[in-house]
């Protein structure tokens, strides 16, 4: 519920962004009315594409059984935790520009007299938030695979709720829960989740690996682990699967599993060390 919760809540408020700074440069406009009605066209069409995703990645699951499914979830939760690290990155690259490109962008689609290119350009815009969100609560959905599905579908309602407040506040201004803090402390709780999501992928993959006849040192690689842990907190409890769910720990981790996790970890921090200084998004007129 946590994960579903937090996955919708960050990309609602993302997608909500865009949507404000666009409209709110549209009223700016003179004869505005023709371009704000394909705005809000252009949102729904970037809706029904994230949504038309969501069908196509579940029918996909569902045609494949046994060995081809767990292959193709385990290729889903890698999309996903590679997705999560781009994401973050593209942040701190474009976050800073991103109202001056958005209002640019719409600019010019005014400027060829036609609203069908603003129409086109709120659809990637909303569609690319949507996309994400399907392919992170697939990836999610897989990894607590056996677990309530009433509180994975409760997690995401509170999570656009949640974001529909966190929005108004964000506009409101507050130095305590501004955008840079928003950015800042959501994109770290990314990162830990697209951990996670590795770990599982991992999990699944190592699964597939222990079935087939391959050389004893794979099984050693990704079977046995280097230690135990347990004792202290144990990833099958309550508080450690928690833990897992949210960041990839392992009690009993594979050798396999310390290296790439920690290849994750150190691809994260060269992508986005160079643009630490980088401020995140700029607040809507």
Not at 147 to 171: M, P, R, W
């Given at each position: 519920?946590?994960?579903?919760?937090?996955?919708?809540?960050?990309?609602?408020?993302?997608?909500?962004?865009?949507?404000?700074?666009?409209?709110?440069?549209?009223?700016?406009?003179?004869?505005?009315?023709?371009?704000?009605?394909?705005?809000?066209?252009?949102?729904?069409?970037?809706?029904?594409?994230?949504?038309?995703?969501?069908?196509?990645?579940?029918?996909?699951?569902?045609?494949?059984?046994?060995?081809?499914?767990?292959?193709?979830?385990?290729?889903?939760?890698?999309?996903?935790?590679?997705?999560?690290?781009?994401?973050?990155?593209?942040?701190?690259?474009?976050?800073?520009?991103?109202?001056?490109?958005?209002?640019?962008?719409?600019?010019?689609?005014?400027?060829?007299?036609?609203?069908?290119?603003?129409?086109?350009?709120?659809?990637?815009?909303?569609?690319?938030?949507?996309?994400?969100?399907?392919?992170?609560?697939?990836?999610?959905?897989?990894?607590?695979?056996?677990?309530?599905?009433?509180?994975?579908?409760?997690?995401?309602?509170?999570?656009?709720?949640?974001?529909?407040?966190?929005?108004?506040?964000?506009?409101?201004?507050?130095?305590?829960?501004?955008?840079?803090?928003?950015?800042?402390?959501?994109?770290?709780?990314?990162?830990l989740l697209g951990g996670a999501l590795l770990m599982a992928a991992l999990d699944r993959f190592s699964g597939q690996l222990m079935g087939m006849d391959v050389p004893e040192v794979l099984y050693t690689v990704f079977g046995d682990p280097l230690?135990?842990?347990?004792?202290?907190?144990?990833?099958?409890?309550?508080?450690?699967?928690?833990?897992?769910?949210?960041?990839?720990y392992r009690a009993m981790p594979s050798l396999a599993a310390v290296v790439t996790l920690g290849l994750y970890w150190i691809a994260a921090w060269a992508w986005l060390k160079p643009r630490a200084q980088v401020q995140l998004a700029a607040r809507?007129?």
């Amino acid at each position: 519920m946590g994960q579903s919760m937090f996955i919708v809540w960050r990309e609602s408020v993302e997608a909500l962004l865009v949507i404000g700074i666009l409209h709110a440069w549209l009223r700016q406009q003179p004869g505005a009315g023709n371009a704000l009605r394909m705005l809000w066209a252009g949102v729904a069409a970037g809706l029904g594409l994230a949504g038309a995703l969501g069908w196509g990645v579940l029918q996909a699951g569902d045609w494949l059984a046994g060995s081809g499914g767990e292959w193709f979830q385990c290729a889903m939760l890698l999309v996903a935790s590679l997705l999560i690290l781009h994401m973050v990155g593209w942040m701190h690259q474009h976050g800073r520009t991103l109202k001056t490109s958005l209002q640019n962008s719409a600019a010019d689609k005014l400027s060829q007299g036609s609203g069908f290119g603003l129409l086109v350009l709120a659809m990637l815009a909303v569609g690319r938030e949507g996309s994400e969100t399907v392919v992170f609560l697939y990836g999610i959905g897989n990894q607590q695979q056996g677990q309530d599905l009433t509180g994975f579908v409760i997690g995401g309602v509170l999570g656009f709720v949640l974001a529909l407040l966190s929005y108004a506040a964000l506009q409101a201004g507050s130095r305590y829960f501004s955008w840079r803090r928003f950015f800042q402390v959501s994109e770290v709780m990314l990162l830990l989740l697209g951990g996670a999501l590795l770990m599982a992928a991992l999990d699944r993959f190592s699964g597939q690996l222990m079935g087939m006849d391959v050389p004893e040192v794979l099984y050693t690689v990704f079977g046995d682990p280097l230690w135990d842990t347990s004792a202290l907190l144990d990833d099958g409890s309550a508080l450690g699967g928690t833990l897992a769910g949210l960041t990839g720990y392992r009690a009993m981790p594979s050798l396999a599993a310390v290296v790439t996790l920690g290849l994750y970890w150190i691809a994260a921090w060269a992508w986005l060390k160079p643009r630490a200084q980088v401020q995140l998004a700029a607040r809507p007129a």
